[in-house]
């Protein structure tokens, strides 16, 4: 069972930055964020291969960057141009496979941290 621990969630200004972290336990093929607002379904952020292949949500695409260290095992999102509607509380979540990142090939979730974008 692998591990995944998020951080740097908070409160940031529209317009604003901020950069998630997430720790794995183990190694996987992909990691990816998602996030779930109130009221809403879980959506798909961005994703990272192994290869460093990346993928975007078309409502991210230009503001958001993935990155990961595979050495040691973290996968970061920047945020940047941050709007009111991307207050959510945004996952980290892995997978041990190449399938396309969607909520329904992950493998493991963390815990999600809270990131909360004033108007």
């Known amino acids: 069972q692998v591990q995944l621990v998020e951080s740097g969630g908070g409160l940031v200004q529209a317009g604003g930055s901020l950069r998630l972290s997430c720790a794995a336990s183990?190694?996987?093929?992909?990691m990816a964020w998602f996030r779930q607002a109130p009221g809403k379904e879980r959506e798909f952020v961005a994703a990272m291969s192994w290869t460093a292949f990346t993928y975007y949500a078309d409502s991210v695409k230009g503001r958001f960057t993935i990155s990961r260290d595979n050495a040691n095992l973290t996968v970061d999102l920047e945020m940047n141009s941050l709007k009111p509607e991307d207050t959510a509380v945004y996952y980290c979540?892995?997978?041990?496979?190449?399938?396309?990142?969607?909520?329904?090939?992950?493998?493991?979730w963390g815990k999600g941290t809270l990131v909360t974008v004033s108007s």
């Open positions: 979540a892995a997978s041990s496979t190449g399938r396309f990142p969607s909520a329904r090939t992950m493998d493991f």
């Open positions: 183990g190694r996987l093929y992909t």
